[in-house]
């Protein structure tokens, strides 16, 4: 890129990000509500097989509503008449209804649950894809448990409600009808009396469901608690930290009480309203006797005009059971749907969290190959949420391409801060950082992850093996590409004498190696990459005089064309910097080479000394 063209490219006036203001009570609440409608938006990709569903589900309603008329035919008609080849068909229509429901019901099933396991898989991903988004501020204020529970957890427990609601709606609601429709034509004045306890029935469910949604909101963030403890007690880390300050005991308890809460809540959960629906049961019971003894009373007999036969009242007390049970569907399906609009929320909360760092509307084109890693710093300030102080105040800086800056100063002078707004870890608040002329801000985000590699004190391994782990840098990297990087690095030795070689797993967080070995393996990973820029974050911290000297001489080698940014506290590893500043309070307060700020007789030198 051409540094004046793409300087005129950039934006200098870009304004600061104001102050955040912390949102009210009331405020949080009302984004914690879930419409039904922006759930039901989950479902419009699958708009014809949810109707093809509805349909199959109308079908086997409207089939399955002939049963009840054959019963009557049988006992009416074929038995007192012995009429047997009439008595043949009708049964053979019987068991051809249930055989043809039974049909619809296999293919409804496979229909809904792909469409709910996709819908699943879409929420997953979504949180999963929003989450890789977020800056590292939103994972420093939030516990990684709390990042698991909301993936695993809550959307797991969204998966009967997203898998069966929509069919389970559909199917009880058009048997319901089909049913009301078949009572009516066989007694209107039976259907009446049938109906009498569906007005208490809805209050009860309301009720019922308003409890639950409250206990379910508790029982996940329970869960949350159980999987931080989980988290922060069974990883490597933990583990080390319990046994050398023996805390394995309180961990122990902390956990137990933790799931003796959700064992209360999921009691709760469980037989919350439960009386009331018990005391519904008994009603919808004794409705058959209440059809038995109207049926004999003459006012209904006479109503019914005579036609109320022994076929009919059986047929119709078969039908008031085939009511009740969709209805009680209808009901029940209302209580976990609102009682699972507290896990929607929890959802909805992570999906609709800004991105703070994300990909500018209009991207400079650049190609990472032909960039030179000229770097500036334009009076860059910034300061982390709530504090009243910057890390970084008004730095100005400049790294020419191919040079080396060093960093250095006191602990929380803002040396890694300031290098961390390089690769956009986290974004200026006012000023901007150029890379050849062009806001960093301007960049799409794979091409400055291309440019810009870091190597940070804290290394990360993924649990996997040496190769992967070099490989998760750069997939399309030969094996000759990985052994070179590692070479560079001065560890492919030490990996080859593993007994699997690059193989070879690392274990949790690495811990098969050693501080050094890790930080050597983390190096090559960054290196595998050929960024422009190197950015290193204490990078030998972990590493013995010999090592250290060892992977010097190599950076020394491979900074040749790029530009490098480092920090160390050792400042034997910076005495050949190109230019070395010095900052305190965030505000770069010496520059200079070594010579010359020892010469100075200032900060640098009293930190020389």
Do not use: C
Request: no cysteine; hydrophobic share 45%.
């Amino acid at each position: 890129m051409d540094p004046q063209t793409q300087h005129a490219q950039g934006r200098p006036d870009r304004p600061e990000r104001p102050g955040r203001r912390a949102p009210s009570a009331a405020e949080k609440q009302q984004a914690r509500e879930v419409s039904l409608r922006r759930i039901g938006r989950l479902f419009t990709p699958y708009r014809r097989p949810l109707a093809l569903v509805v349909a199959i589900i109308v079908a086997s309603s409207v089939v399955g509503m002939a049963s009840p008329f054959l019963l009557r035919e049988v006992l009416d008609v074929a038995l007192p008449n012995r009429d047997v080849p009439l008595l043949a068909w009708l049964v053979a229509g019987m068991v051809g209804v249930a055989a043809l429901t039974a049909a619809f019901g296999v293919v409804q099933t496979w229909i809904s649950t792909r469409v709910g396991q996709q819908v699943m898989h879409r929420l997953r991903t979504d949180v999963f894809a929003h989450l890789q988004r977020q800056s590292l501020g939103f994972f420093t204020r939030t516990r990684t448990g709390e990042v698991q529970s909301r993936i695993t957890n809550d959307i797991g427990g969204m998966q009967s409600v997203v898998t069966s609601t929509a069919t389970s709606i559909a199917s009880n609601l058009t048997t319901t009808v089909a049913t009301l429709v078949a009572m009516l034509a066989l007694s209107w004045q039976l259907t009446l009396i049938s109906l009498l306890v569906l007005p208490p029935a809805v209050l009860l469910s309301r009720r019922v469901a308003r409890m639950r949604r409250s206990i379910t909101a508790r029982q996940q963030r329970e869960l949350a608690d159980l999987n931080v403890t989980i988290e922060e007690g069974l990883s490597i880390s933990g583990i080390q930290l319990s046994k050398t300050l023996g805390a394995g005991p309180a961990l122990v308890d902390r956990f137990t009480a933790s799931s003796e809460r959700l064992v209360d809540l999921e009691l709760r959960s469980q037989l919350a309203g439960r009386w009331r629906m018990a005391t519904m049961s008994i009603i919808f019971a004794a409705i058959p006797a209440v059809i038995y003894l109207s049926a004999g009373l003459p006012i209904t007999a006479g109503a019914a005009g005579g036609a109320l036969t022994v076929g009919t009242l059986i047929a119709f007390t078969s039908l008031q059971g085939s009511l009740f049970r969709p209805l009680t569907g209808l009901l029940d399906v209302g209580v976990s749907l609102v009682s699972s609009l507290a896990l929607f929320a929890r959802i909805f909360e992570y999906l609709d969290l800004p991105v703070e760092v994300d990909d500018p509307a209009e991207p400079v084109a650049v190609d990472p190959a032909r960039v030179r890693g000229h770097v500036r710093f334009e009076d860059v300030t910034f300061a982390y949420p709530g504090s009243d102080t910057a890390a970084v105040a008004g730095v100005n800086l400049e790294v020419p391409a191919g040079t080396t800056l060093a960093l250095v100063g006191e602990t929380g002078s803002g040396k890694s801060t300031l290098a961390s707004l390089v690769p956009r870890l986290r974004d200026p608040d006012a000023g901007r950082i150029t890379i050849d002329g062009v806001d960093v801000r301007d960049l799409r985000l794979a091409d400055l992850a291309r440019i810009v590699g870091v190597v940070s004190q804290e290394t990360y391994l993924l649990h996997a093996t040496v190769r992967e782990n070099l490989r998760h840098a750069r997939p399309d990297a030969t094996d000759g590409e990985i052994e070179a990087a590692a070479r560079a690095a001065h560890v492919h030795d030490l990996i080859a004498s593993l007994p699997e070689g690059y193989d070879t797993v690392v274990g949790s967080r690495g811990y098969r190696f050693s501080g050094g070995e890790k930080q050597r393996i983390a190096i090559a990973r960054t290196l595998l990459r050929d960024p422009k820029v190197l950015v290193l974050d204490e990078a030998t911290s972990a590493l013995d005089t010999e090592t250290e000297r060892a992977v010097q001489r190599a950076f020394t080698e491979l900074a040749k064309g790029r530009t490098t940014i480092t920090i160390a506290h050792r400042l034997s590893t910076v005495r050949d910097a190109d230019e070395i500043a010095v900052l305190d309070h965030g505000r770069v307060v010496e520059r200079g080479t070594h010579e010359t700020l020892v010469a100075d007789d200032g900060r640098y030198a009293a930190l020389a000394a």
